[in-house]
């Protein structure tokens, strides 16, 4: 009984440290990464102000979409993005309920899709999502993410509907993006 004790207390003590480590060591992205994402966003007449970068490769409990300035060279904001029904899979196909990897041109203003979902549209700018119009891909806000604090590592974000393939953030995180106003480019990767 002592022993169960003693692992129950140590379990609790890693989840709590793994918490404050997803804290002081939130998701940053390589060099490498907005050295390409600033060429891109030149060469396509996107902002060279801005750029978003989703990387599904972290933790869906970490704060994986980041808002990037590139004139501050610095993440200026980040949140949680929940993937589409299926966490390790990435789809194309219209109907697959998966998030599409890839850049993207996120669109000015907010449209109003017929699903009656509310967001920024999103065009795929490459091959693995260049079906992003057809299956109504957006940025949207999610009331659930919004329930949780800003990093509920090492807990995964868990609930079918919050994204059926579309990149589902907190209200704030799609005020934030709004307010970015130019076209500009999201970049999901893992």
């Not at 970068?53 to 980040?78: L, N």
Request: glycine share 8%; aromatic share 10%; hydrophobic share 40%.
């Amino acid at each position: 009984m002592r022993r169960i004790k003693y692992l129950c207390i140590g379990a609790i003590l890693v989840f709590v440290l793994v918490y404050i480590l997803g804290f002081i060591f939130p998701p940053s992205i390589s060099e490498g990464k907005i050295n390409e994402a600033l060429k891109f966003c030149k060469k396509n007449n996107l902002s060279t102000e801005y750029a978003v970068f989703v990387d599904f490769g972290k933790h869906s409990g970490r704060e994986r979409y980041m808002i990037y300035s590139f004139s501050q060279h610095r993440v200026i904001y980040r949140c949680l993005c929940a993937t589409g029904l299926n966490k390790n899979k990435f789809s194309n196909t219209p109907g697959s309920n998966l998030s599409s990897l890839g850049k993207y041109r996120v669109r000015n203003g907010i449209h109003m899709m017929k699903i009656g979902r509310e967001g920024l549209v999103v065009d795929g700018l490459e091959s693995s999502n260049s079906n992003a119009k057809s299956r109504m891909i957006l940025i949207h806000h999610s009331e659930v993410l919004n329930s949780f604090p800003k990093s509920i590592f090492p807990i995964p974000i868990i609930g079918e509907g919050i994204s059926h393939g579309c990149f589902s953030i907190t209200s704030e995180g799609l005020n934030k993006t709004i307010e970015l106003r130019k076209p500009i480019l999201l970049w999901a990767y893992k």
